[in-house]
């Protein structure tokens, strides 16, 4: 087998794996993309703050420490297990959509308010308005009615 047919056939597991995660957590929209943009930054910005300013509140010393990091990624993984189970409810319950839209924004607002305190740590000047849309979003999240239709 020649190298690019086994690039081919990685990119092809890759990209149906993808397809597969992506269908399983209700689709590929902005919502659900938001959520992974946002837990991605939050993870970089907590390592740079307990790389670089080593003030982590996860740790005693405030440096890295690989156990804080696995709950932290276990916790992400979680909340993407949770926005799995949300969409399963909305299509078992005809709730099309609402409690998985609620869920994702629900984890965006939580995410972010985290990404704000590291950059506050970091001393990075942030305007009001962003911190403003992280909490709206946490609050909207947790606020959705569930009716069904």
Request: charged residues 15%; glycine residues 10%; contains cysteine.
């Amino acid at each position: 087998m020649t190298p690019l047919a086994i690039k081919n056939i990685i990119l092809t597991v890759l990209s149906g794996t993808g397809a597969f995660i992506a269908t399983a957590l209700g689709g590929w929209d902005m919502a659900l993309q938001a959520l992974l943009a946002v837990m991605v930054i939050d993870i970089i910005t907590g390592l740079l703050v307990a790389l670089v300013w080593k003030k982590s509140g996860k740790t005693e010393t405030g440096a890295v420490d690989s156990r804080a990091m696995l709950k932290g990624l276990c916790r992400k993984f979680v909340m993407v297990c949770i926005v799995f189970l949300s969409w399963q409810i909305d299509q078992s319950t005809g709730m099309n959509g609402v409690l998985r839209t609620g869920t994702i924004l629900f984890f965006t607002g939580n995410e972010g308010i985290s990404i704000v305190e590291n950059v506050g740590i970091m001393g990075v000047p942030l305007p009001s308005v962003i911190k403003n849309a992280f909490e709206q979003l946490r609050k909207k999240g947790d606020s959705v009615e569930v009716k069904k239709e």
